[in-house]
């Protein structure tokens, strides 16, 4: 439901963007549904920072928490 109004969006507490991040999902086995869930979501968010640091964060640069 939430793809077919919006493609492209950002979903749940830690803000996961389907379209960013559709193939770490996939290699979660998890659903950008799964982020409206908040203990799915944090295990995805453990996840995506694991295997990327804080990059996957926008707002983690204005923190100075990224490499960019």
Same mark, same amino acid.
Do not use: C
């Given at each position: ?9 950002? +979903?749940?507490?830690?803000? +996961? ?52």
């Amino acid at each position: 439901e939430i793809l077919k109004q919006h493609p492209k969006t950002d +979903v749940g507490a830690f803000q +996961v963007n389907n379209y960013w991040q559709r193939d770490n999902l996939a290699k979660a086995g998890m659903t950008i549904e799964d982020m409206l869930d908040i203990e799915k979501a944090t295990e995805f968010a453990s996840f995506l920072q694991n295997r990327n640091g804080w990059n996957p964060w926008y707002a983690a640069d204005s923190l100075g928490l990224t490499n960019r």
